[in-house]
């Protein structure tokens, strides 16, 4: 059991949500909740507002499963893409990283996760199945397998390699340029670049 702080159940109460976010320890929820409780009202306000709204609006595209606020979202619908590739990501997160280097046209999938037998995730917790569904209603010339490349990512691509192959389409996957372990979201501009372009038949 932790020490009882000595402030009030509202102020604790702030701090214990805050200490569940990622990346924020209990100084920080502590920092956070007071700071928030000196702020004005406008702000812890439009904090709240901007949370609530949050969940409120976004939600998955129906084609690609990126978060959007308007389905499908705007990539799915702009028709300058290239629908021909298929870039299939893990997170939204690695959607950004990829559309910030402005190097590919192409279309996405996301999986929201990968296949990890140790954290008990299988193939039909992340969206694979849609995955599926949507290369066999629309075949495209390439999917291009941009998992992470540490050990739940080339699971996951390797798995993904096996369904989609069969299925007549081109899979590639992105250069060695990415030192093993690294999540794509943190990966520069440069690399990612490198990757992309590099990308090989898998
Ligand atoms: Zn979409």
Do not use: W
Request: proline share 4%; hydrophobic share 35%; net charge neutral.
């Amino acid at each position: 059991m932790s020490q009882p702080t000595p402030t009030t159940g509202a102020i604790n109460r702030l701090i214990q949500e805050l200490s569940k976010l990622p990346g924020i320890g209990p100084k920080s929820a502590q920092r956070i909740a007071f700071y928030l409780m000196r702020a004005g009202d406008d702000q812890a306000k439009s904090l709240a507002e901007a949370i609530t709204s949050m969940k409120q609006q976004v939600r998955l595209c129906s084609v690609c499963c990126n978060v959007t606020d308007s389905d499908p979202c705007a990539i799915c619908r702009n028709g300058q893409r290239d629908r021909t590739r298929i870039c299939i990501v893990e997170q939204p997160q690695d959607v950004i990283a990829i559309e910030h280097t402005g190097v590919y046209k192409g279309l996405y999938h996301v999986l929201h996760g990968a296949i990890s037998p140790t954290e008990g995730v299988g193939a039909g917790d992340i969206r694979i199945k849609e995955l599926l569904n949507r290369l066999q209603n629309n075949a495209a010339a390439e999917v291009i397998l941009a998992t992470n490349t540490n050990l739940e990512g080339e699971q996951t691509a390797l798995y993904l390699q096996r369904l989609i192959t069969p299925l007549g389409m081109k899979v590639t996957r992105l250069a060695r340029g990415l030192p093993f372990g690294t999540e794509l979201e943190y990966a520069d501009d440069m690399t990612l670049t490198r990757a992309f372009e590099g990308r090989q038949e898998f």
